[in-house]
């Protein structure tokens, strides 16, 4: 290597410590499947580089996976941005200036069919507008309307109950990780979404508002057609822990059913320290699943940090995202395939997800963060699995 070209390398890759594995399977910004491999061995992308073009060395930045002795990069076919990569609505990126939408324009936006793309920004991530309690861990009974329990039984078709989480993304498809579809050993299958659920233990969720009695609609229940984990996924490290369950039957959105946003697939990893919230149904201190929908809020770890302190033999890839490491919050057995969402910088009322529950070193302790997928560095992959299945 010349002297010339080390300086470029050296300006475009900085060191990733406790990133993606030599030789593990990674996605490059054109969503194309590939393998983490060393710089001076990713003939397409160090000839791009050496062109000296910003958009190439943009794509070589983008593409890093790790560092091992050297740059590893995320190889694919080809170190440009392609057509074929999938372009999201412009309302997802951007915000038209709030305005203060009437109740009859809101009934005509929640009435599109989104089966295999994405609902916008005048749709995604909206609640209804009620009081919240700062601070609380229960949620109130209309919050986080995206949220979905999912249902299993075992090779006898015996029901098992609701084990993990997701989140509405559409009116046909539900996220959640890639672990609830694979569950190993224990042979269970996802065999229905439940919708609009805030108390499990009650045919209908009501609360006293002062001196009006709140209550949510009924419940939906939907069968399963179909479960799809992310091919890649790897058992072993954690990585690629994303999955997606086809509903059975188109969903209406309600108050108390509708879809989170998702980011778009440039969206950088937010600051350490921001804070996140987790949702769930998942174990509480007694170790039993909690009746009714919790939250909590967490800060964001480095990887680095989290790889330190989460696992010694396994590597946090730039695919991975960690929160939490405070006593006594966390997310737990039961919130698996959950959100960890926040709300837009430039709208603190609409809420997009910035990750998917994975794994952890058991739940809520003092300086154990736990893991989640980054859902940014997947939107492709999502829309091209949605598109494929329609």
Known sequence: MTVSHSCIVLTVFVTVVNAADRGSSCVTPNQETATCTPFNECKVIKDA?????????????NSQCGYDTEPLVCCGSTAVVTQTTPVLPLDIFTKEPATELSKEKKKVEFSGVYINTLPGRTICGLERETPRLIGAQVTAIDEFPWMALLRYKDQ????????????IINNKYVLTAAH??????EMLTISG???????????IDCIQNLAIEDCADPVVDVDISETIPHPY??????????????????VN?????????LPP????????????????????ENGSQSDVKLKVDLP????AVCAQRVSSSTRISPNQICAGGEEGKDACQGDSGGPLMRTYVDDDSQWYQEGVVSRGRGCGKKNYPGVYTRVARYVGWIINTMDEEN
């Open 193 to 203: 979404a439940r919708l609009g659920e805030w108390r499990i233990s009650t045919e």
């Open 253 to 261: 959105f309600t108050d108390f059913i509708r879809p989170i946003c």
């Open 156 to 167: 006898f078709g015996t029901d098992k109950g609701f084990k993990c989480g997701g989140t």
């Open 265 to 284: 697939m440039d969206l950088p990893m937010p600051p350490v320290g921001t804070i996140m919230t987790v949702c769930g149904w998942g174990a509480i």
């Open 300 to 303: 964001l770890v480095s990887n």
């Open 180 to 185: 609830c579809i694979l569950t190993g050993q």
């Open 49 to 61: 580089i050496l062109t000296r073009n910003q958009s190439a060395i943009d794509f070589a930045k």
């Open 233 to 250: 996924y790897s058992a072993r490290n954690g990585n690629n822990d994303v999955g997606l369950v086809r509903l059975e039957k188109i």
